[in-house]
């Protein structure tokens, strides 16, 4: 079994920041792409951003400039450092992993974690 566990959301006013990790942890092989998803009340999910295994980046633009996803490979272990934060940044957040794990890939997410942004 492989868990995907996220901390670091919470309350914060806008123009603050926040950062949040997600640790895989289980039966790991390899950890291939890691991404940040988000969710706000009546949208769908969102990709905000991924990170390969080496090190190549995206970013939703909405968030570029503002947003900087890293990883640790070592952990398996994966950031997202939000800055300047606006209310509309409001969601919950999802860490999601593509996990090799006894030669097969599979795709796992993890539990979700709030961010509320006040104005």
């Known amino acids: 079994q492989v868990q995907l566990v996220e901390s670091g959301g919470g309350l914060v006013q806008a123009g603050g920041s926040l950062r949040l990790s997600c640790a895989a942890s289980?039966?790991?092989?390899?950890?291939?792409?890691m991404d940040w998803y988000r969710q706000a009340p009546g949208k769908q999910r969102e990709l905000v951003a991924g990170i390969t295994s080496g090190g190549r980046t995206n970013y939703a633009d909405s968030v570029k400039g503002r947003f900087t996803i890293s990883r640790d490979n070592a952990k398996n272990t994966q950031y997202l450092q939000m800055n300047s934060l606006k209310p509309e940044d409001t969601a919950v957040y999802y860490c999601?992993?593509?996990?090799?794990?006894?030669?097969?890939?599979?795709?796992?997410w993890g539990q979700g974690t709030q961010v509320t942004v006040s104005s």
């Open positions: 289980g039966s790991i092989f390899s950890v291939n792409t």
């Open positions: 999601h992993a593509h996990v090799v794990v006894r030669g097969y890939e599979y795709s796992y």
